[in-house]
């Protein structure tokens, strides 16, 4: 127990960094523990799943988890012990829930039962989630950590929504068994793989056979392959019934899961899915847009083109696009050769319209079509007599201008036969794809191209030889990207990064790759041994490209530039063959990489060059030393005992070394050293001489002399001896065995975002905002400390929405560290990524491109939130009675179906706003025909109790107008209520800002009662000019919210709405309150006819007394008469009646 409570220590201190705000990448940490978490209930003898995927239903997640070690095997009796282990120390999971947008952290319950062996947690879905709809919705990431801030034992996974996620709602077709799949493997020629944008673990799998199968087979995952739950369908008599059952030669050509929608290209059409969204509980529904003039053939060699976006949280400019491109020539009875259109699709565009040149109209055929969704723009790879170019129009209201947006892009290499064209998802790095034709029409080679501008320029990013990319693959969450040749062989780069490697040669001829949504590159194929007939192979990517040695056997000569860089030399092979015939095996694959030397030294190769001088050298590599490279020892290399002479040979290029066994120095005193020789096993050593020309040694002439190559002929020094200790010898050459390779750096540098956001974070920035970021880069593990060079670029993806300003700077503790802070541009709506690239990272990080999305827009957690000049706790308003320290109740119980009153009076309510409603009960106050001819429920329409309402607890403490019906309580005071102080905040997701100007606002009583005003507010110049400006066009007045007060003239509820006016916020910002004036004097005109009946009844009682004392009437002695006389009257009766009852 003592070691494990000082291993948590420990463990927390080396994780300190964390705890302060920001999060750092790249670090690597080991450790022998990892969590194994699961939604299904399993039996504890099962084997537990190691990748974690978790699944969201329609009732509360319910998660149970457990420690193994990874070097145990993972037992009950080993879970068990673990969990009372870390629990009797106090110590329990907790689970954080993460997307682009949200985070929320959960604690698992820290409880010890007899024979458990897991942590359990139950999370009401409501918790993470209110939405019920059926919608595109970001898978989220879930990260389990021991104790949370500790960051032990780290696992990630994912958490997919089941219950809203469009595709499995539906039946895509005729359910198949995986026996009727196995039956079609022979004959399948091609397998393609299409992602839901949102959740990757949700995907499609098609096939693709050959000319003796007809039909369309489809499969759908929701575990990302993971879980053998793969549903195959057959979709042939879903799409035959939109050829009049005429489904001769029906195969598939390529699929595309959009975000609403299904896209299936095929050799006799292309068909659109119905919305997803909308799903029927019937067979999914097609539809086929006609094109005129394209048959089979045409359709067997098109394409399917779209730019992956997730539309979560959509704003309104955000809409798909797909495009569709025959590779072919237009004919006259074709409008164009490619289409494009948004969704729902119905519309469709010609790609680029013919434009005349010269008089002459040229035919161009698009390759691909691709919109850019952050410039709202169109691009085209086109070919135009034999050419390639990149073409960029903007688009407006969905359509193409004439117009380009830049300078035409022409790819230098006249060779270039492009191919393909895709962003990678999520930012604004293009990538273009195609092989080099020869001028007998044969492919050589293939070739990638990079921009990181929208199509304006590009560059040479990938440059292969006899293979070509057939297939490419993405991954939003690692950004990474994957390229397939024909030959099977699988390179891979990063998004951003101007470096590639390659992976692995598949040794499946049918396949194809697919990422995850964790980022887990896999190998999909086909087994007919398997339960769903695939067979999945995930490649460790770290592992592949650090074990793969791209030197080559040829000898290299090195050249001191400073003590920190070198540049190596690639001589011809010493094979006597000719130049002409000769090739550079250095290229843009290695830069990047690393120069690696048996037994010690290193170097990263920074660029590569190809040149023809110097003279017999093919290349070179300017490389950055990380670890210094060792001298050539006596024991191998005793010529180095001597003083070197440089001498000239005649009619040749070469240069003469002689051994020398003394020289003059500038004392003229001699030197001496023992003689040794040169042997033939020092051919391809490099001499050098710092700051003077290297010397690789080509041929040795005899044991005094040997021929050599000079690196750098104008700095040689000729007829010069150098002493033994003023030279050295390296050995990379391959003669005596090549002790050098050329592999995968491993990860250098630490990078550190200083503002907790995650990799793929979408920020709204509202008009008057500015967000600020910052992100600090640590080199570590380098020869030489790097001072005054940029480690990180900035690539904006729409530098016209946006303006961003930079301060980049290398702080005391040798880290370089790169802020800056964006605002909008103009009052327009858009989004725009924001990529921050670690320029110099090495493809083993985990992290070497943060991408950011910004939307010129409203965020959805953005609120306006009136303050209450009291504060009430929600338990207060729900079950309590507070009052005030005099004892004045703060709350008042409003009636049943009560309505406040009109300006007819209390008793004539007009409002259609009903609040505390209860169907089963009458309606308040509906005494006269306006009062029953208004009022309508809301949530109690169409119910007969108040119980059917279902008014939560949310909707009882809203104000808002649309939950009246629900409202029970409202804040009470007394009358008068004069100059009450109304102040509002906007909360925008962990942030909380007074509503001040420039936020101006209207207020409006939403039951149209009149009895109140604006009593005071902030009346600066620039509010009075707004007000004037805008008098016309909002029919009410605006405000400023500082310093705003409210008189109340009437008489029980007051219902306002404070809204700010348009133009100072994407966001329309509101809130409403409630106001209950209590205790108020009688209303018109009741005040005032109990007054005059007073005053009346008072002035004819005084004018009776003046009038009586005027005439001198006693009107009391006369009264004091009548009644005595009375008096005398009975009494007389009295006796009377006795004395006839004695007689």
């Known amino acids: 127990m003592d070691s494990l409570v000082l291993y948590i220590a420990v463990g927390a201190i080396l994780k300190m960094p964390n705890l302060s705000s920001g999060i750092t990448y790249n670090v690597e940490v080991k450790e022998n523990s990892s969590f194994s978490c699961y939604t299904e209930p399993l039996d504890d003898a099962s084997p537990k799943p190691k990748v974690i995927k978790l699944y969201l239903g329609s009732q509360n997640l319910k998660i149970s988890c457990h420690l193994y070690n990874v070097n145990e095997e993972d037992t009950l009796e080993n879970r068990k012990k673990l969990l009372l282990l870390y629990t009797s120390s106090g110590l329990a999971p907790t689970i954080q829930i993460f997307n682009s947008t949200y985070s929320g952290i959960f604690y698992f319950r820290m409880k010890l039962e007899e024979n458990q062996s897991t942590w359990t947690i139950d999370i009401p879905r409501r918790n993470i989630t209110y939405n019920t709809d059926i919608a595109p919705i970001e898978e989220w990431f879930v990260r389990f950590t021991m104790h949370h801030r500790l960051n032990m034992f780290a696992t990630e996974g994912t958490l997919l929504d089941v219950f809203r996620e469009p595709l499995l709602q539906w039946h895509l077709g005729k359910p198949i068994n995986s026996t009727e799949i196995a039956a079609l493997i022979p004959d399948v020629i091609n397998i393609t793989v299409s992602k839901c944008p949102c959740a990757n673990d949700v995907a499609v799998i098609a096939l693709i056979c050959n000319d003796t199968v007809h039909g369309i087979y489809l499969g759908v995952t929701y575990s990302g392959f993971i879980s053998r739950e793969t549903q195959w369908f057959n979709m042939t008599n879903s799409l035959c019934s939109l050829l009049d059952d005429d489904c001769a030669g029906l195969s598939l050509v390529n699929i595309i899961l959009t975000n609403n929608h299904l896209i299936i290209l095929t050799t006799l059409g292309l068909f659109i899915s119905q919305d997803l969204r909308y799903p029927t509980g019937r067979i999914l529904n097609f539809t086929k847009p006609s094109f005129c003039g394209f048959e089979r053939d ?22 798909d696009y797909i495009s569709l491109s025959f590779n072919k020539d237009k004919t006259l009875s074709q409008v164009s050769t490619c289409f494009y259109s948004n969704d729902p699709y119905i519309e469709w565009y010609s790609c680029l319209p013919h434009r005349i040149h010269g008089g002459k109209t040229l035919s161009r055929r698009v390759v691909a079509f691709l919109i850019d969704y952050q410039q709202n723009t169109g691009i085209g790879l086109i070919t135009v007599q034999n050419k390639a170019m990149v073409s960029v129009y903007k688009i407006t209201d969905h359509k193409l201008n004439r117009q380009t947006k830049f300078p035409v892009f022409w790819f230098p290499d006249p060779k270039f036969l492009p191919f393909g064209m895709f962003f990678h998802p999520g930012s604004h790095f293009l990538y273009v794809y195609g092989s080099q034709v020869c001028i007998s029409g044969n492919i050589y080679g293939s070739e990638v191209w990079f921009s990181d501008d929208g199509g304006n320029t590009f560059m040479l990013l990938i440059t292969l030889e006899n293979e070509i990319i057939i297939k490419t693959n993405m991954c939003v969450y690692s950004h990474s990207v994957a390229f397939v040749t024909d030959k ?13 490697a390659k992976l692995t040669t598949s040794a499946h001829d049918v396949f194809n790759l697919y990422y995850d949504h964790l980022g887990s590159l896999n190998i999909i194929s086909l087994n007919e041994s398997i339960s769903d007939s695939l067979e999945v192979h995930l490649l460790d990517v770290i592992t592949l490209i650090q074990e793969d040695d791209i030197g080559f056997d040829g000898p290299l000569s090195p050249q001191y530039i400073t003590e920190q860089q070198m540049v190596f030399f690639e001589h011809i092979p010493l094979n006597g063959k000719s130049r002409s015939v000769q090739k550079s095996r250095f290229y843009g694959l290695h830069k990047g990489k690393v120069l690696q030397y048996r037994p010690r030294g290193s170097a990263t190769i920074v660029n590569v060059f190809h040149h023809e001088y110097p003279p017999q050298y093919l290349s070179s590599v300017i490389v950055d030393v990380l670890e210094k490279f060792p001298f050539g020892s006596e024991e191998k290399n005793s010529f180095i005992r001597n003083s070197l002479r440089i001498l000239k040979v005649s009619d040749t290029t070469r240069v003469k070394l002689q051994l020398v066994s003394e020289y003059y120095n500038s004392s003229e005193q001699v030197v001496s050293s023992s003689l040794n020789e040169f042997k033939p096993s020092d051919i391809e050593k490099t001499v050098v001489i710092p700051g003077f020309s290297s010397f690789l040694i080509v041929e040795v002439l005899d044991s005094l002399n040997a021929l050599a190559d000079a690196t750098m002929p104008e700095r040689v020094q000729f007829n010069k001896s150098f002493a033994s200790d003023m030279w050295f010898v390296y050995d990379f050459g391959t003669k005596n065995g090549r002790r050098w390779k050329i592999i995968v ?20 920035l509202d008009l008057t905002q500015t967000f600020n970021f910052g992100f600090r880069v640590t080199p570590v593990n380098t020869a030489y400390p790097i001072f005054h060079m940029p480690l990180m670029k900035l690539v904006v993806g729409n530098p016209s929405i946006f303006k961003v300003k930079t301060n980049d700077y290398w702080d005391d503790t040798d880290s370089y560290i790169m802020e800056f802070s964006v605002t909008n541009n103009f009052y327009k709506q858009g989004k725009s990524s924001i990529a921050v690239i670690l320029t110099k990272a090495s493809l083993v990080c985990d992290v070497s491109t943060i991408v950011l999305t910004l939307k010129s827009g409203c965020s959805y957690s953005k609120s306006m939130h009136y303050i209450s000049p009291v504060s009430i706790s929600a338990q207060s308003w729900l079950h309590g009675d507070p009052k005030d320290p005099y004892g004045f109740k703060l709350l008042k119980q409003l009636p049943v179906n009560y309505r406040p009153p009109s300006k007819l009076g209390i008793a004539v309510p007009l409002t259609d706003n009903f609040y505390n409603a209860d169907p089963s009960k009458p309606r308040m106050r509906d005494y006269f025909a306006g009062s029953k001819n208004s009022g309508a429920y809301k949530q109690c329409a169409n119910k007969s109790t108040r119980a059917e309402c279902n008014c939560n607890d949310n909707e009882k403490l809203s104000f808002f107008v649309a939950f009246s019906d629900c409202k029970e309580k409202a804040l009470r005071m007394k009358y008068p209520v004069t100059r009450l102080p109304v102040h509002f905040r906007v909360d925008s997701e962990n942030e909380y800002t007074p509503l001040v100007s420039p936020f101006f606002v209207t207020v409006t009583e939403v039951n149209h009662r009149t009895n109140w005003e604006v009593a005071g507010t902030n009346e600066t110049p620039s509010m009075l ?25 009437g008489s029980e509820l007051f219902h306002f709405r404070v809204a700010t006016i348009p133009g100072v916020s994407f966001c329309n910002l509101l809130d409403e309150f409630q106001i209950y004036v209590d205790d108020a004097p009688l209303a018109f005109p009741g005040q005032y006819l109990v007054s005059t009946v007073t005053a009346v009844l008072v002035g004819g009682i005084i004018f009776v007394i003046f009038m009586m004392q005027i005439y001198e009437i006693n009107i009391w002695n006369k009264v004091k008469s009548k009644v005595r006389k009375k008096n005398k009257v009975s009494v007389s009766e009295t006796s009377a009646s ?3 009852t004695s007689s």
């Open 488 to 500: 099977g062989n699988i390179f891979f780069t990063k998004a951003g990064l101007e470096r590639y």
């Open 1138 to 1140: 006795v004395t006839s």
């Open 745 to 764: 750096d491993t990860c250098r540098y630490w990078v550190r975002e200083l503002d907790n956001l995650p990799l793929n974070a979408i920020k709204y």
């Open 1025 to 1049: 000019k707004m007000r004037a400006y805008l008098a016309d066009k909002l029919n009410i007045t605006l405000y400023n919210p500082e310093a705003l007060a409210l008189n109340i003239y």
């Open 298 to 319: 045409d359709y067997f060699s098109a394409n399917v083109w779209y730019n992956v976006q997730c539309l979560a949280n959509a704003e309104s400019y955000e809409v």
